[in-house]
């Protein structure tokens, strides 16, 4: 009798392992997607207003919540457009490495000027089998809520990771593609060339602060 | 709104040298077997991309060089909340224009706010120095006479870059004559002999309009590697969500196709493997 409870436990607790993560990997949906939104403006705004962390530390902080959180595979790729099918992979790979350096340095200067705004947000779609539509507004202190819209990706472990932004119906991937389409064509689509102006603009970055 | 950076004298003196500088030179297209490049190209929309370049260029210098000293000089000398009531001043005496392409763009919701928002802001705000209709609940919005073009189905047409205006195209720089023309406001001035006033007036806001634009281009400045194409891609999604906003006001406007996200396992394997922290 007893052994057959603990037999049951056994097989239960085991059970309730496998069934577990399965659980928690909810059904992505609109809802899931807004609270994703929702926890990781949470987690940028308490990182920025963290006054126990130095700069280094906090730079470090924003990078790792920035390269966990946005798909920067995806976005870099979609940034070079038709130029991602002629780069050997080791163009690829660095350009995939200094394009994060990039994106870390824009949005983390971006926060720096963080000064009580708050992020709210309000429902979204299902764009397409595993692509999410967000939308969310800013409020400030002074002037009219600034629309927001979060481009996401559901990935198969259950999380969701940024692959674009679209602020006051600007997409931020649209224009870096842009910007850097211009510059490839400039240089008759020579990617070395476009590597080596992407240093030189992180180095800028990087002093100016 | 366009970049509008020194109004009156600038459209005058701008429109007639845009006109000349024009004429001196378009971009070459690409030859008709790189198809990447032609679709590239009528994506770009900018033909006269030298002459708009050389224009860009000649705008920056004036912008660093003399509009941005006067507003580090407005900076200094007025604290954020006199900088704030001069805003809403002047945004105030924007309403009969907003009220009117609300009008014209069949908005009559969005109309019955500016007008509420004008009779608030003018009487409990003091002739309109402190915008005191956002916190009952009536936020602002601006439209005008280009956008009001757009909603009408008018086309951008390519892409230009004006003297000391910015960034622009034949619909809005229509637009921004047409209601240089028809501002209620100047006209209101210009009848009682009160050009000091109008000129004042414009020279506010031109000085408003850069102090609300300078942080932004200086963002797109540092992060940007071209400067000049991530200020046109800028220019010409924001017109674009704004006409749609004119046509469906309040709703978030579908935004443009950006990063195509391929089905799981699927061409992101082409992506190098690159190992994500997952902690925080």
């Known amino acids: 009798m007893y052994r057959r409870t603990l037999i049951k436990a056994v097989f239960g607790l085991a059970l309730g392992f496998a069934v577990l993560p399965a659980m928690a990997r909810a059904e992505p949906s609109v809802d899931q997607a807004g609270k994703f939104v929702t926890s990781l403006a949470n987690s940028a705004i308490t990182m920025v207003a963290d006054k126990s962390l130095n700069e280094n530390e906090r730079d470090e902080r924003f990078r ?3 390269v966990a959180n946005f798909d920067i595979p995806a976005i870099g790729k979609f940034v070079l457009a038709r130029y991602w099918r002629v780069a050997t992979p080791e163009q690829r790979g660095e350009f995939l490495k200094l394009f994060e350096d990039q994106q870390v340095l824009t949005w983390a200067h971006r ?4 000064s009580g705004e708050q992020l709210q947000v309000a429902g979204g779609e299902r764009e397409n089998a595993h692509e999410w539509l967000i939308n969310s507004q800013i409020t400030r202190i002074k002037g009219p809520p600034i629309p927001v819209q979060w481009r996401l990706r559901d990935e198969p472990d259950g999380s969701y990771r940024v692959t674009d932004l679209i602020v006051e119906g600007v997409s931020m991937a649209i224009t870096q593609r842009s910007d850097y389409a211009s510059v490839l064509q400039g240089m008759s689509g020579h990617i070395d060339q476009l590597l080596s102006s992407m240093r030189t603009k992180i180095d800028q970055m990087k002093a100016a602060g | 709104m366009p970049l509008t950076l020194l109004g009156k004298f600038a459209l005058r003196a701008g429109a007639a040298a845009a006109v000349a500088v024009t004429l001196a030179g378009c971009a070459t297209p690409p030859p008709d077997d790189d198809p990447d490049a032609k679709a590239e190209y009528a994506q770009i929309n900018d033909p006269l991309e030298p002459t ?4 860009f260029a000649f705008n920056d210098r004036v912008y660093r060089y003399v509009f941005n000293p006067i507003d ?3 900076r200094a000398v007025v604290p954020p909340f006199g900088r704030d009531r001069v805003s809403d001043f002047v945004d105030n005496l924007k309403s009969p224009l907003y009220l009117g392409n609300d009008l014209l763009q069949g908005n009559v919701k969005f109309a019955g706010v500016t007008l509420g928002r004008f009779l608030l802001n003018s009487t409990f705000g003091v002739l309109g120095i ?3 209709a956002t916190p009952m609940g009536l936020p602002g919005h601006s439209s005008d006479f280009g956008q009001t073009l757009g909603v009408w189905g008018v086309g951008e047409g390519p892409y230009l870059v004006l003297p ?4 622009s195209n034949p619909r809005d720089a229509t637009g921004y004559a047409v209601e240089w023309f028809g501002d209620p406001v100047d006209i209101y001035l210009d009848d009682h002999d009160l050009q000091w006033a109008s000129w004042t007036h414009t020279g506010v806001n031109a000085l408003v309009t850069e102090d609300d634009y300078r942080d932004l281009l200086d963002d797109v400045r540092r992060t940007s590697l071209d400067y000049y194409s991530a200020v046109r891609s800028l220019y010409r999604q924001r017109r674009a969500a704004e006409i749609k906003n004119g046509k469906n006001p309040g709703a978030y406007a579908p935004p443009p196709k950006s990063v195509a996200n391929p089905p799981h396992g699927g061409q992101t394997a082409q992506v190098p493997a ?4 997952t902690e925080e």
């Open chain 2, 164 to 167: 000391l205006i910015g960034p």
């Open chain 1, 111 to 114: 926060f720096k000027d963080y």
């Open chain 2, 274 to 277: 690159k190992t994500v922290s």
């Open chain 2, 72 to 74: 580090s000089g407005y």
């Open chain 2, 52 to 55: 708009n370049r050389a224009v």
């Open chain 2, 130 to 132: 402190m915008d005191v």
């Open chain 1, 64 to 66: 790792k919540l920035f």
